[in-house]
Nanobody
Framework: VQLQASGGGLVQAGGSLRLSCAAS????????MGWYRQAPGEQRELVAS???????TYAASVKGRFTISRDNAKNTAYLQMNSLKVEDTAVYYC??????????WGQGTQVTVSS
């Protein structure tokens, strides 16, 4: 499985960005896609995830501001990030939990929010 991440960039506080993550390869049902993020000097933390059945999970710090969605036909996940804060600045990594296989990671995408 390969993941191709896109989106990210530089935005002012209060702005919006959208991340995408397209998966290719053998992908089984009952999988989960999502994003982690890692700020400098911090541990990697789960931001949001979504199963192919539609179950979502959000970090408390992003709930109400970020929305994860999926297009299962395209094996693509999206992370809409609104009302961005300086503390959202981090490298964002998309991932795919595929049953019976190791977790796949996309390349990191830098998100920088300026004050």
């Amino acid at each position: 499985v390969q993941l191709q991440a896109s989106g990210g960039g530089l935005v002012q506080a209060g702005g919006s960005l959208r991340l995408s993550c397209a998966a290719s390869g053998i992908i089984y049902g009952n999988n989960v896609m999502g994003w982690y993020r890692q700020a400098p000097g911090e541990q990697r933390e789960l931001v949001a995830s979504m199963s192919n059945g539609g179950t979502t999970t959000y970090a408390a710090s992003v709930k109400g501001r970020f929305t994860i969605s999926r297009d299962n036909a395209k094996n693509t996940a999206y992370l809409q990030m609104n009302s961005l804060k300086v503390e959202d600045t981090a490298v964002y990594y998309c991932y795919l939990n595929n049953p019976f296989m190791a977790r796949a990671w996309g390349q990191g995408t830098q998100v920088t929010v300026s004050s």
